[in-house]
């Protein structure tokens, strides 16, 4: 009778220690889950990251459409250094959708002091075109519940302009950021993965 109680205690003992272990577990994922760098003040306007932290991130790509390649009316005449948290580059990956509370950060920098018409100018390797001074920040959070009009990002501009820059930013309209991603790249997350190699392509390490 002992020898069965004793088993009996023991599978209660093993059985609480696995239901514990899964709690742990879920609990841990929902954290990862539900953890962003995007911080909200109380009037619901998103704070300015801090260069250190985001510079820090993957940097998956720099498209550039530079004045003199469009008639000095370029809409984002700068590079656009797009920086994304390293655990939301490997969740793109594995699945092709970015987890919630992604946070894509584009670094704006003008081009280097232009000296040809086409805004390129000549360095030691050769003519083309270099990073300038800042001239702003953009940024996009995934939030499928607070930006649920906008296909589950809130898009946000900090400036686009020298520093320093806005403290906070209240979210864009649609006519200014989001129209234009949900018209080109809904399918791909409301993201330009066509010009982030790391994404588009796949990284080879992974």
Same mark, same amino acid.
């Given at each position: 009778?002992?020898? =069965?109680?004793?088993?009996? +205690?023991?599978? +209660? $003992?093993?059985?609480?220690?696995?239901?514990?272990?899964?709690?742990?577990?879920?609990?841990?994922?929902?954290? &990862?889950?539900?953890?962003?760098?995007?911080?909200?003040?109380?009037?619901?306007?998103?704070?300015?990251?801090?260069?250190?932290?985001?510079?820090?991130?993957?940097?998956? !790509?720099?498209?550039?459409?530079?004045? $003199?390649?469009?008639?000095?009316?370029? $809409?984002?005449?700068? =590079?656009?250094?797009? =920086?994304?948290?390293?655990?939301?580059?490997?969740?793109?990956?594995?699945? !092709?959708?970015?987890?919630? /509370?992604?946070?894509?950060?584009?670094?704006?920098?003008?081009?280097?002091?232009?000296?040809?018409?086409?805004?390129?100018?000549?360095?030691?390797? %050769?003519? %083309?075109?270099?990073? /300038?001074?800042?001239? !702003?920040?953009?940024?996009?959070?995934?939030?499928?519940?607070? *930006? @649920?009009?906008?296909? %589950?990002? $809130?898009? *946000?501009? *900090? !400036?686009?302009?020298?520093?320093? =820059?806005?403290?906070?930013?209240? &979210?864009?309209?649609?006519?200014?950021?989001? %129209?234009?991603?949900?018209?080109?790249? @809904?399918?791909?997350?409301?993201?330009?993965?066509?010009?982030?190699?790391?994404?588009?392509?796949?990284?080879?390490?992974?």
């Amino acid at each position: 009778m002992r020898k =069965y109680l004793s088993m009996s +205690v023991l599978a +209660v $003992g093993v059985a609480l220690i696995a239901m514990s272990s899964s709690l742990l577990n879920t609990s841990r994922v929902a954290a &990862e889950t539900q953890q962003s760098a995007a911080v909200f003040d109380s009037d619901g306007k998103l704070k300015l990251p801090k260069p250190a932290t985001f510079r820090r991130w993957v940097l998956v !790509g720099a498209p550039l459409t530079p004045e $003199g390649l469009n008639n000095n009316q370029a $809409g984002f005449p700068e =590079y656009h250094n797009v =920086y994304v948290e390293e655990k939301n580059v490997d969740a793109y990956l594995k699945t !092709g959708s970015f987890p919630e /509370g992604t946070v894509i950060v584009k670094e704006l920098t003008r081009v280097l002091k232009p000296t040809f018409p086409d805004s390129s100018r000549t360095e030691p390797s %050769g003519r %083309g075109y270099f990073n /300038g001074e800042f001239n !702003g920040i953009d940024l996009t959070v995934k939030d499928s519940k607070r *930006f @649920a009009k906008t296909n %589950g990002w $809130g898009f *946000f501009t *900090f !400036g686009h302009h020298p520093l320093p =820059y806005a403290a906070t930013a209240a &979210e864009s309209s649609v006519t200014e950021c989001a %129209g234009c991603h949900i018209a080109n790249v @809904a399918k791909t997350d409301m993201t330009w993965i066509q010009f982030y190699p790391i994404l588009r392509d796949k990284d080879p390490q992974q």
